[in-house]
Nanobody, 116 residues
Framework: VQLVESGGGLVQPGGSLRLSCVAS????????MSWFRQAPGKERELVAT????????NYADSVKGRFTISRDNAKNSLHLQMSSLKPEDTAVYYC??????????WGQGTQVTVSS
């Protein structure tokens, strides 16, 4: 069972990034999935969720209108398109299942740094 996040980097305020998560070892298409993030000194927080089919999505108020979550079940992949990035979006971003009971081991995450 593995979750591998990628796509992070250093970007200026107002910029964009697209994060990806590739899953293996479980039936990805059966799982609602989410993106989470953890900033230094803070607890991990939920950023965005998507149902197993991709039909429904939901976002934290802090990213609504700026981030878009999507998935490709044929490729066992989850994505987060981030735009209009702000310094407060700086964090390590992780993907995992929506519900605690179905969580897989956390991956290494991908660092997003928003700074001029």
């Amino acid at each position: 069972v593995q979750l591998v996040e990628s796509g992070g980097g250093l970007v200026q305020p107002g910029g964009s990034l697209r994060l990806s998560c590739v899953a293996s070892g479980f039936t990805f298409s059966d799982y609602g999935m989410s993106w989470f993030r953890q900033a230094p000194g803070k607890e991990r927080e939920l950023v965005a969720t998507i149902t197993f089919s991709g039909a429904y999505t939901n976002y934290a108020d802090s990213v609504k209108g700026r981030f878009t979550i999507s998935r490709d079940n044929a490729k066992n992949s989850l994505h987060l398109q981030m735009s209009s990035l702000k310094p407060e979006d700086t964090a390590v971003y992780y993907c995992n299942a929506n519900t605690v009971a179905r969580r897989r081991p956390w991956g290494q995450g991908t660092q997003v740094t928003v700074s001029s």
